[in-house]
C-alpha cells in the first residue's frame, strides 16, 4: 500500500522498540501513538521560507556536490555530467533545501532534530504538477528527506510510480545516433532551436545573414511537435531536424548511480547535515529518465553531443547561434562549440528577472540582451572569460511594426462572440505562463474577479503559453462565470492577438512588453512571492495584487504608458534588431576550424 491510499502523511515523535523516532506515518497511527508532537507534511510544505537564506544554501548545496562528483562522469567531449544536467539537479536541490530549511523552522524538531523513519511504500523522488507541456518538475519525497539525513532504506525505492513507468531499459544504446549529419553542407553560422520561441527568435536574424550571402544551417532539436522550426522560405538557411529517437534513451550515470555506499561527506543545511553520496544517488536517479529536449536524460546527452559533434564538423561555422545556453541542450551545444573552436552568440528570448532562472549562468561568449536594464544583470550571469554583452533589442518584435491590430481585433470578437453569444464592448487578454494549476486556477479566479467589478462591458481571452499543455484551461472555463470568457488557439496565443486587445493581463510573460511597444494598456498581476516583468517600475504599466486592482486599473482611461526612453530600459525597439544581431555575428566572426 502508498501512503496515498492510506491518508495524508504526518511527521510525528513515536514510540517504538521503547525508544522514540521522528517517523513519517498515517493520521491513522497517531490514534495508537498518544502523540502530540506531530505536523501534517502538507503544512510544513507550507510553511514560509526565507529566499535568500534559501538560495544561499541551494549555492552551497551545488557547490559541494559539485567537488563531490563533478568529475565522476564526463561526456567524451570532456563536459562534466553536473555542468550540463546543472538545471535539472538544482531544481531537485531547490525542493529539498526547501523542505530542509520547513522542518529546521517547526520548533519541535529543531528543538529535538534526529533521524527520521521513511514512509513505508514512499518513493524519494516524485513530480510536482505543471501545466507545461513537456517539463517535468521533480521534487524530493519527505521520505527522500529521510534518506538523505541518514535513514535505512530497504529494496530501490528510488523513485514514484510515475517516473518508474518513464524509465525504460537501462541496456546499453549505441552511442552514434544514425544518421550522421555528414551531408549537410558547410555553412558559416549555425542556430540552434528547441522551442518555438527560439525558432521565432532566431528565423529573423538568419534571413537578415541570408540577405547579406551568410548560409546558415538551423538545427531543429524540438521533441514537441508544436515546438519544431518551420521549413525556412530562404534556400540559403537549411533546416536539419535531429533524428527520431535522438533525445529519449534512458541511462544512468555510472558514477554516482552506485549504489556502494561509505562511510562520506556532509553539508549542513542549519543543523541539518545531508550525506553527498545519497544526495548524488537522487540527482542521478532525475537524470536517468529523458524529459525530452527540456531534459534530456544523461545517455540523451551522450548522443547529441556525439550528433552535434558531427554537425559542427560538417558544416564547419565561425558562429553558433542559440537563445539558451544554460539548460542541458544549451550548456552541452556552447562546450561542444567552444571546444571547435567555433565563435558563440546567446540571443536573449525572454524577460529575465531575479526568480527567472534555475541556474544564474550564461557561457555564449557574446549575449544580446533586450533592454539596458539587462545588461548588469547579463554581466553578473557571464561565465565566459571573454564575453561581451550587446543591447540590441529582440528580432520577435520586429515585426510588431506591421501588425495588422483590426485583424487581431475581430478574431477576438469572434472567440469571445463564438462562446459566449454576444460581443463584449472591451476585450482584456490574460497572457499566461505554465504554472502548476493552482496557481493557475488562482490566477484566473483573481483576473474574473478583477473584470467583474470594472467599469463598462469587459470579455476576456486567456492566451496560453506555447509551452502549455492542451486543456490547460477547460476546467476553468467550464466553470467561469460573469463576464464572457474564450481561449485563443495556442498556435496563435497572445502574440497573435494582443493588439486586439483593450488591455493584457500577466506577471511575467514577455508579451507584455510587446503590449508595452503597441502602446496597449498591460495590468502586471502580482502574487504574494511571485514575480513579475518589473514594467510597472518603470511606469509602463500598473501593478495588481487585488480584484480591485485589476477594476480601478481597467476602468481608468487608457493613456501612453510611457517615454521612449523607459522603453529603450526594457526593450530597445527600432525594427532593426535582426538586422543589428546579424551584422554583429558578421563582425565577431572569426575564421572556423581548419
Known sequence: MSPGDAGPLVLARVRAGGACWWALVTEDVLADQRTATWIATTDLDDVPIDRQKWESHVQAVMAELEAHSGQRALTPGGASWLHVQHVPVRRLVGRLVRKLLALSAWEPFARNPGCIVPAAGEALIGTRETSSREYRLYTVTWSGIAYLLGAPVTGDPMRSAQLGGLTVSRAEVSPVPSPVPSALPQSQVVALSWSSRHAETLLPVLAELARDGHPSVLVDLATNSADRCPEPTIPSIRLSPAPPGLLSPAGTVS??????????????VRELAVRLDRLERLAASVVETSGGSTQPSWRAVLRAETWLDGVF??????????CNDTSPLGALAVHA????????????????????????????????VMGERDVATARAWARHPDAEVHVLGQPRFDA?????????????????????????????VWACQPFGPDLLRAQGDLVLAGLRKAEGDWGLVIAPHPAQSAGSFDLFLERASGPPVAAADPGIGARGCLAGADAVLSAYSTCGIEAVLLDVPVLELAHPGGRTLGLADHGLAQRCSSAYDIANALSTPSQSQGSRRATDVVCHWRGTSARDIARLVVDRSRTGPA
Not at 558514477?255 to 549542513?268: V, Y
Not at 564538423?313 to 542559440?322: D, F, G, K, Y
Not at 469571445?416 to 463584449?424: H, I, N, T
Open 400 to 428: 510588431l511594426a506591421s501588425v495588422d491590430q483590426e485583424r487581431q481585433r475581430r478574431y477576438l470578437d469572434g472567440l469571445v462572440s463564438a462562446r459566449a453569444g454576444r460581443r463584449p464592448e472591451k476585450i482584456a
Open 313 to 322: 564538423a560538417s558544416t564547419r561555422p565561425h558562429t553558433v547561434l542559440l
Open 255 to 268: 558514477g554516482p548511480a552506485s549504489t556502494d555506499e561509505s562511510p562520506t561527506e556532509t553539508i549542513r
Open 337 to 368: 562549440a567552444e571546444r571547435h573552436g567555433i565563435t558563440t552568440v546567446y540571443v536573449q528570448h525572454g524577460a529575465w528577472t531575479a526568480q527567472s532562472v534555475a541556474w544564474p549562468a550564461l557561457h555564449s561568449c557574446h549575449i544580446v
